[in-house]
């Protein structure tokens, strides 16, 4: 129980610094500014500390911050609203960051996913033009379900290779609850460094996938699958090891929603069914602005299944 106390006073205490760091005034604020044109840079030595710390500590404060009580697992797509809540935070900080330092890669990376996320496409674009002009990545938590559906990856996009990442490099330890893996404490910097879109470049992917060995790219309601010429071998932190011709892959980001269906029963009771539908819109913007930016030949083929309840 002592513990359990100690751990929410230091909860309580992250929150309020990342508050405090949200409130900064932006000594780098440049309107109209064109960020095509900043050198953008990993070097934590370089940036403005409290815009780093905007991109690392803070983004994990938010993504660990309790937004679920025990109630509102009751409310029909009350999930939805929280992963938007979450979403809209993450973005916020990063714009904040880069306001303090445009130079920071770390939130120009951020926000091309969260404006992807929250479904800002032309913002998007911007920032994933910025990033991977830059040399940079953007970078996805993710669940490959045909290797471990109980670990999370790190997938990172880039000119030249979709790079995958176990959590574990950049943790060491992966706490587990009920067997599921779980994000580390903001003090774990490696990994939300990396997660930003600058992973220690000591730190070996788990495995490189060239663009030239992507064949297809197909979405999904679920999922992206990349289906790919040669096999690749994907380990997760629990030792799970598959080869793969075809990689299925949640890149995590926005969620699926009920769709509640009333008809009558042969009582003439009404009959009221829910179905779980997956964010086949979100599926359908990844799979466009990844190959806009890493196939401007127009090579990989891109197609996509049928909405509906299935992958």
């Given at each position: 129980?002592?513990?359990?106390?100690?751990?929410?006073?230091?909860?309580?205490?992250?929150?309020?610094?990342?508050?405090?760091?949200?409130?900064?005034?932006?000594s780098a604020q440049q309107p109209g500014?064109?960020?095509?044109?900043?050198?953008?840079?990993?070097?934590?030595?370089?940036?403005?500390?409290?815009?780093?710390?905007?991109?690392?500590?803070?983004?994990?404060?938010?993504?660990?911050?309790?937004?679920?009580?025990?109630?509102?697992?009751?409310?029909?797509?009350?999930?939805?609203?929280?992963?938007?809540?979450?979403?809209?935070?993450?973005?916020?900080?990063?714009e904040r960051a880069r306001e303090r330092?445009?130079?920071?890669?770390?939130?120009?990376?951020?926000?091309?996913?969260?404006?992807?996320?929250?479904?800002?496409?032309?913002?998007?674009?911007?920032?994933?033009?910025?990033?991977?002009?830059?040399?940079?990545?953007?970078?996805?938590?993710?669940?490959?379900?045909?290797?471990?559906?109980?670990?999370?990856?790190?997938?990172?996009?880039?000119?030249?290779?979709?790079?995958?990442?176990?959590?574990?490099?950049?943790?060491?330890?992966?706490?587990?609850?009920?067997?599921?893996?779980?994000?580390?404490?903001?003090?774990?910097?490696?990994?939300?460094?990396?997660?930003?879109?600058?992973?220690?470049?000591?730190?070996?992917?788990?495995?490189?996938?060239?663009?030239?060995?992507?064949?297809?790219?197909?979405?999904?309601?679920?999922?992206?699958?990349?289906?790919?010429?040669?096999?690749?071998?994907?380990?997760?932190?629990?030792?799970?090891?598959?080869?793969?011709?075809?990689?299925?892959?949640?890149?995590?980001?926005?969620?699926?929603?009920?769709?509640?269906?009333?008809?009558?029963?042969?009582?003439?009771?009404?009959?009221?069914?829910?179905?779980?539908?997956?964010?086949?819109?979100?599926?359908?913007?990844?799979?466009?602005?990844?190959?806009?930016?890493?196939?401007?030949?127009?090579?990989i083929k891109l197609s996509s299944s049928?909405?509906?309840?299935?992958?």
């Amino acid at each position: 129980m002592l513990l359990f106390w100690a751990g929410m006073q230091i909860r309580a205490l992250w929150s309020t610094a990342v508050l405090l760091l949200a409130a900064l005034p932006a000594s780098a604020q440049q309107p109209g500014i064109d960020w095509r044109e900043v050198a953008l840079t990993c070097d934590r030595d370089a940036l403005d500390p409290d815009s780093y710390e905007l991109t690392t500590t803070a983004q994990a404060i938010n993504l660990l911050e309790p937004r679920y009580g025990f109630w509102d697992r009751f409310i029909i797509n009350e999930h939805v609203r929280t992963l938007r809540d979450l979403n809209l935070d993450a973005h916020a900080l990063a714009e904040r960051a880069r306001e303090r330092d445009p130079r920071n890669l770390m939130a120009h990376s951020i926000l091309g996913r969260q404006y992807l996320t929250l479904g800002w496409q032309r913002a998007a674009r911007d920032a994933w033009r910025s990033v991977l002009g830059s040399g940079g990545a953007v970078v996805f938590t993710a669940t490959l379900y045909d290797v471990d559906a109980k670990s999370y990856f790190l997938v990172a996009f880039d000119r030249d290779a979709m790079r995958i990442y176990r959590a574990g490099q950049f943790t060491g330890t992966v706490e587990r609850h009920l067997g599921m893996a779980e994000f580390p404490e903001p003090d774990a910097t490696a990994f939300y460094a990396a997660w930003a879109g600058c992973p220690d470049p000591a730190v070996a992917p788990s495995a490189t996938i060239p663009w030239s060995q992507v064949r297809e790219i197909r979405s999904g309601n679920w999922v992206l699958w990349f289906k790919l010429t040669d096999k690749v071998t994907i380990v997760s932190d629990r030792n799970k090891q598959k080869s793969l011709e075809e990689i299925k892959v949640n890149l995590h980001g926005q969620t699926g929603h009920t769709e509640l269906y009333v008809s009558p029963d042969f009582d003439g009771d009404l009959n009221v069914r829910g179905v779980g539908l997956g964010p086949y819109d979100y599926q359908r913007s990844l799979r466009d602005i990844i190959s806009e930016f890493v196939d401007p030949g127009r090579r990989i083929k891109l197609s996509s299944s049928s909405r509906g309840a299935g992958w």
